[in-house]
């Protein structure tokens, strides 16, 4: 590693913003069509589309964060094994920065239904370009494209 790349007792530069760590899934159905979720009003964000998931809380893995808000968002089991990791988006919002992983799964129990008034839809992944999504999520979109 290079010493002029990392010092690990230099303070973040002026205008930094805290780092937020969100886990999202794309969950893939038996016809390879991906769930988005619509944010509802009132909400940062309101009316884009996303990947479901969630902020990751300080004592839990990324994994088990998913697990948790998959239940609390859409009522549905799944076990952390079941998520793939996929890739991830790191994008600078005005007051933070988001580290977003993304996994694929394709297994769950339950049906798919939205419990925090949020709109659902299953999307084939060369129709997802068509919903506007927060920044962050949009370069995800390709990604899922070429592996499905």
Do not use: I
Not at 92 to 116: I, N
């Amino acid at each position: 590693m290079d010493s002029a790349c990392f010092d690990p007792n230099s303070t973040p530069p002026a205008g930094s913003v805290p780092v937020l760590l969100v886990a999202a899934v794309a969950l893939v159905d038996p016809d390879g069509r991906v769930l988005l979720a619509r944010r509802p009003p009132g909400k940062p964000l309101a009316g884009l589309w996303e990947f479901p998931g969630g902020k990751v809380h300080a004592d839990e893995t990324p994994e088990a964060a998913l697990v948790r808000e998959l239940k609390e968002e859409l009522d549905v089991d799944t076990a952390a094994s079941c998520l793939a990791p996929f890739t991830f988006a790191s994008h600078r919002y005005e007051s933070f920065h988001l580290l977003m992983p993304l996994y694929v799964c394709r297994v769950w129990d339950g049906t798919v239904r939205a419990l925090e008034g949020q709109e659902l839809a299953w999307v084939h992944p060369n129709r997802m370009g068509a919903y506007p999504m927060p920044p962050a999520d949009v370069p995800l979109v390709a990604m899922l494209r070429d592996l499905l």
